[in-house]
């Protein structure tokens, strides 16, 4: 369900790295959400830093969305950034996993598997 990796970066460095590798493979960073920053605004002290990228190849979103209207719950995908016992995480939640939970559509289990190859990419990258 989940795709994590830990990188050596600081949190900074793989939020900017993120960033660059989002735009390189063609999606498009709609929002970050600072985590801490808005927990902060919410008259909560939250301890960690985590960073949440919504992001967006908008063919793919089309083409779900045409088969699909009520998949737009599902969208964008996300990828986070966060500082976990020392650690700088980068992880995401599984296209294919969330998808074959809400549908049984060849044509979208498609699309589910390019969009996650391209984002495992991405972190990667980001990595």
């Known amino acids: 369900m989940k795709y994590i990796v830990t990188t050596e970066k600081s949190i900074e460095q ?3 790295d993120l960033e660059e590798a ?3 493979n063609k999606f498009g960073v709609l929002h970050i959400h600072d985590l801490k920053a808005t927990m902060k605004k ?3 002290d939250f301890p960690h830093e985590c960073r949440i990228f919504e992001v967006c190849n908008p063919q793919q979103a089309n083409a779900v969305l045409t088969n699909d209207m009520s998949l737009n719950m ?3 995908c ?3 950034v966060w500082e976990e016992n020392g650690q ?3 992880g995401t939640l599984k296209p294919t996993v969330l ?3 809400l549908s049984d559509s060849k044509e979208l289990k498609l699309i589910a598997e390019e969009v996650e190859n391209t984002i495992k990419t991405i972190i ?3 990595k």
């Open 42 to 44: 919410k008259g909560i």
């Open 74 to 76: 599902a969208l964008p």
């Open 22 to 24: 989002v735009t390189k």
């Open 78 to 80: 996300r990828i986070s």
């Open 124 to 126: 990667g990258e980001a």
């Open 14 to 16: 793989a939020v900017k």
């Open 88 to 90: 700088v995480k980068i």
């Open 99 to 101: 998808l074959s939970v």
